[in-house]
Every structure is written in structure tokens, then in C-alpha cells.
């Protein structure tokens, strides 16, 4: 690797008396003997010359240095993002080994792309002020490390003394603040971006905020921008941030670019297998059918005949355990009807009677007698008690049970007050209602995007605990298809509209519904679950 006569030839060194104008001649005598040695490979390091490798002894330091980024941004990248250095990337000479580097480390660190920065002018009295993501984010200057290298021959051959300077970043949150190694004159700059994960994922945050709040000002090129960077800070995070990031991304962009998801009956058939799965995955669901299981078997303690109407079917996963917990109620279980109520199959399929079968072939095996009937509506809202053959409530204790579902009624205009007018007409011994508590249906759509993001990356955070399976990655699909729906949609479409424990209370208060306490098997099961959370993160250290 040659280089030019004047890279070698410094100033004046003033440190030695003798080096000045009086010596020019021999002075420039053994600059150019020095040049000539270094041509023919004299000052390369001996040990990397005889493996194939032409590197200076006085650049051993940088080249290890620009190895060690090499290793570090390959072990971050992504396996596609490996593929193209077999197709599209041009490869440089290795033998070469510093030039070799500099190649290698540009493919792994390309421009960023151009972002017309004008759109963000408007917004600086913006809560989150647009100024604070600049276009380049992934590239910020806090984290860039600047290596200056110095080649200079004229340090009376004492190639130790190579100079090298590590610049610290002026930011206060850099990770190296003011180390220097060796400082002298430096002749040329060589520029290596780190990207720092942490702050990265700060700006991601800042990032999604500001673009949620320009879609709500209506400045789409601003928001357009935006999303892309997005993108971009996304790569740079791992685990449960990168993947709420990405979902959130997705919605907005459809949002922008007005690609709402559809919703049909594939998608409700969808929905149920995916909610399957996040049951499988998460105690959350199952936490949720014991407690409103426990509530039901307490209301219906010392009746003969007992009937569940289920607003939430599915797959009835709630319905084997309470199925068995009647079995081994003291005095012999009771006759049991189930109404099971669910959307229409995708494949026009009485998937209801499916899971009726199946139950059947329990109760069959646990000795109790049952009923069941399943009815398939669109919506709860089309509803009618009439249709539900109640019997008098001499014979037959009822109770009702909703898990996710009444929130999908609050974007239909008199939807939800019609279906609580039927569950008073049902008149159950009790009514069990499962939501999440969130405040995803206000009016404001940046509040009602800060509250999903808090909510959902909870969620996300919960599940990186759960082994890889394809539950897991189902559950995340699942989760997924939520925010885009809450993001992305308005109007009729937007059916994820989660409210607070408190909104809900006044609601059922306003429809003549009182809550009810939970029985003592019920608290003494939350209070040992309680200790062993808590004893778990003692352990943990958490």
C-alpha cells in the first residue's frame, strides 16, 4: 500500500535542536530513504507479512481497533443483512489489510439516507420537538468516535511514538468523555460510527411520538418522514423493543398511507386461533377464566340446574375447568347448559357444535349431565334475550360471561347499551366481564397512541420471559394485529377500544349493575399468587 512523499514528510519537529533549515539536505536524504524502505515493504510487520497480510508496524494499533469494530457490527447485524456481501458488495484485496477494513466496515455503515429536514421546521413548539430526531438519528454524533492517524516519518525513526488520537464526544452521555491516548499534530481523519443501542431506543421512542402526533396535526409529509426513520432506529434495537417498534411502525404507515386492515370473517377465524395461542403463552387469559370461573361456581353453589351464556365461545377454553370443579361439588354436580355465542366460520363451518362435541365428550367422562347449544351472531349487539330459551329462575340459575368482547361494541353507536339492556332482561345470579384495562377510546388519538405504547410494550417486555416456541410467535402476531387495528383504524373499523377499570364501573352503575365481591377462595387464591410473584422476584433479584 503505497502512499505519496509529501503523507511523510511533517513539520519540523521542534523537539530536537538539530532538525531545522541547517540540515535540510540530510534531512530530506533520509526522508527519502525512509519513503524507499517503506515502498519495498521494510517497515510492514514481519509476523502478518509471512501469513499474506502488508500491514505497517505503525498502524498495528488502528487496524486492531478496526478489527474489533468489524466483529462487533457483524455480530449485531442481521443474517440478510450478511447476504448481500456475497451478491452486491464489491470485495477488496485482503492482503491489504487497512484498506481492507475501511471497505469492509463502509459496506456495514452506508450513508444514511436523505431526509428533506425542512418538514420538521414548523414543529419546534411541539411537545416533542421534531428538532430533537433528526434525519440521520441512527447516525447521531454523540456516538461517533473520531480516530486520528498519523503516519509522520520524521519522529527520528521511533515508530513507538506513532500518534493516535481517541476524540471523546462533547455529549455528557457519551460512554468515553475526555480519554486521551497519545495527542499530537494529526494529518488526516478518519471518521467510525458506533451505534449505542440505549439512546438509540430513546430516540426510537421520541421518534414514534412525533410521528404520532403529526398524523394527528395532519402534517403527513412530516409524519412520512418520520415512519421511515422509524425503520431505521428499529434495526438498531433487539428483543421486545425492536418488535413493538416495528408493529407500531406498521400501523402508523397505514394509517398514513389510509391501508386499514380488513375485517372479515377470515380475519375473526384468524383471531380466534391467534388468541389461542397467546392463551398457551401468557397466564394472563388463564388468570382471567380462573377468576371468573371461581365467581361462577360460588354464584351457582346449592343449585340443581345451572346455565352459562358464554359472549366469547372461541375455541371454549375456559369451559373443561369449571366443568370439572362441578364435578366434585359436594352432593353431586348439577345439570350443566352451556349457550355458547360466537362470530360465523370463514368456511362456513358450525365450528360451535365442533367445540360442543368436544365437551360433551368430557362431561360425558366426569359423570355431568350437559347441554349445549351454540349461536353464532356477527355481533352482540344483534342480540335478543328471547332467543336464548331461558327458563324461570326457580328452575335454572344463569350467569353471563364476556372476556374481550364488549369492548369491540363502544365503536357502535348504541351497541354496548343494548347488549347490557339484554344481560338485565337474562337476569343472571352473576356477570362476569373480563377487559383490558387501558385507556385505548379517547378521543385524542396521540393520547390514545402514548397509552397503547405503554401498554403493549408491557406486554412485549412479559413475553421475551417465554422460551422461543411457536406459541410465542404466534401471541406476538396476535398482540400485533391489536395495535394495528387500535393505530391504524377509526370509525366502525376501529374495534379495540380498551378502557379503564373506572369507566367501566360507572358504565355497568348506569345500566343498574352492582359489583359483586369476590369469595374468599377467590382472595386466598390471588394472595398466594401475590407471594409467590413477589418471592420470585426477591429470588431474581428483581
Request: aromatic share 6%; net charge negative.
Given at each position: 500500500m503505497k502512499r505519496d512523499l509529501h503523507q511523510f514528510q511533517g513539520p519540523p519537529d521542534t523537539r530536537f535542536p538539530n532538525h531545522g533549515t541547517a540540515n535540510t539536505g540530510s534531512s530530506s536524504k533520509d526522508k527519502m530513504m525512509k519513503v524507499k524502505e517503506e515502498e519495498d515493504g521494510g517497515n510492514m510487520d514481519e509476523l502478518l507479512a509471512v501469513l499474506g497480510y502488508k500491514v505497517r508496524s505503525s498502524e498495528m494499533a488502528e487496524v486492531a481497533l478496526k478489527l474489533e469494530q468489524l466483529e462487533t457490527m457483524m455480530g449485531n447485524v442481521q443474517e440478510d443483512g450478511l447476504s448481500n456481501l456475497a451478491t452486491d458488495t464489491v470485495h477488496y484485496n485482503p492482503s491489504e489489510l487497512y484498506s481492507w477494513l475501511d471497505n469492509m466496515l463502509t459496506e456495514f455503515n452506508p450513508p444514511p439516507p436523505e431526509i428533506n429536514n425542512s418538514f420538521l421546521a414548523?414543529?419546534?413548539?411541539?411537545?416533542?420537538?421534531?428538532?430533537?430526531?433528526?434525519?440521520n438519528a441512527i447516525y447521531a454524533r454523540s456516538n461517533q468516535f473520531a480516530i486520528d492517524s498519523s503516519s509522520s516519518s520524521n519522529q527520528a525513526g521511533d515508530n513507538s511514538q506513532s500518534t493516535k488520537r481517541l476524540k471523546s464526544?462533547?455529549?455528557?452521555?457519551s460512554l468515553v468523555t475526555g480519554t486521551t491516548v497519545t495527542t499530537t499534530t494529526t494529518e488526516s481523519t478518519r471518521s467510525m460510527v458506533l451505534v449505542d443501542s440505549q439512546e438509540n431506543g430513546v430516540r426510537l421512542v421520541h421518534a414514534l411520538m412525533a410521528c404520532a402526533e403529526a398524523i394527528q396535526n395532519n402534517d403527513l409529509s412530516i409524519a412520512e418522514a418520520l415512519v421511515k426513520q422509524i425503520g431505521f432506529l428499529a434495526v438498531s434495537q433487539a428483543g421486545a423493543m425492536r418488535k413493538v417498534a416495528t408493529y407500531f411502525a406498521e400501523a402508523l404507515a397505514r394509517r398514513i398511507y389510509r391501508l386499514s386492515p380488513p375485517q372479515t370473517q377470515i380475519d375473526h377465524s384468524l383471531s380466534d386461533t391467534l388468541q389461542m395461542h397467546f392463551y398457551e403463552t401468557c397466564p394472563y387469559l388463564k388468570f382471567a377464566h380462573f377468576t371468573a370461573n371461581q365467581a361462577i361456581l360460588e354464584a351457582f353453589e346449592g343449585k340443581k340446574r345451572v346455565h352459562v351464556i358464554d359472549f366469547s365461545m372461541n375455541q371454549g377454553l375456559q369451559w373443561?375447568?369449571?366443568?370439572?370443579?362441578?364435578?366434585?361439588?359436594?352432593?353431586g354436580p348439577p345439570v350443566f347448559r352451556l349457550t355458547g355465542i360466537g362470530p360465523p366460520a370463514a368456511d362456513n363451518s358450525d365450528h360451535l357444535h365442533e367445540v360442543g362435541c368436544k365437551l360433551a365428550q368430557l362431561a360425558e367422562a366426569i359423570h355431568v349431565e350437559f347441554e349445549y347449544r351454540g349461536f353464532v351472531a356477527n355481533s352482540l349487539a344483534d342480540l335478543d334475550a328471547s332467543m336464548l330459551e331461558l327458563r324461570p329462575s326457580e328452575i335454572e340459575a344463569v350467569a353471563v360471561n364476556s372476556v374481550f368482547e364488549l369492548h369491540k361494541l363502544l365503536g357502535r353507536t348504541g351497541g354496548i347499551e343494548k347488549v347490557l339492556g339484554v344481560v338485565k332482561q337474562i337476569k343472571p345470579v352473576i356477570f362476569t366481564v373480563?377487559?383490558?384495562?387501558?385507556?385505548?377510546?379517547?378521543?385524542?388519538?396521540?393520547?390514545?397512541?402514548?397509552e397503547s405504547l405503554h401498554y403493549y410494550s408491557t406486554l412485549f417486555d412479559s413475553l421475551e420471559g417465554v422460551p422461543s416456541s411457536q406459541d410465542k410467535v404466534m401471541s406476538e402476531v396476535y398482540l400485533g394485529k391489536q395495535i394495528c387495528n387500535l393505530v391504524a383504524c377509526e370509525g366502525p373499523d376501529r374495534v379495540e377500544r380498551h378502557e379503564t377499570l373506572s369507566q367501566w364501573a360507572n358504565r355497568f352503575g348506569t345500566s343498574g349493575f352492582a359489583p359483586a365481591h369476590l369469595g374468599k377462595r377467590v382472595c386466598f387464591w390471588l394472595c398466594l399468587t401475590a407471594a409467590k410473584v413477589i418471592l420470585w422476584r426477591r429470588i431474581m433479584g428483581v
Open positions: 414548523g414543529a419546534g413548539g411541539s411537545d416533542y420537538d421534531l428538532k430533537a430526531i433528526p434525519g464526544c462533547s455529549s455528557p452521555d373443561p375447568a369449571l366443568m370439572q370443579a362441578l364435578a366434585l361439588r359436594e352432593g373480563v377487559e383490558q384495562e387501558s385507556n385505548h377510546n379517547g378521543p385524542v388519538f396521540l393520547d390514545r397512541f402514548t
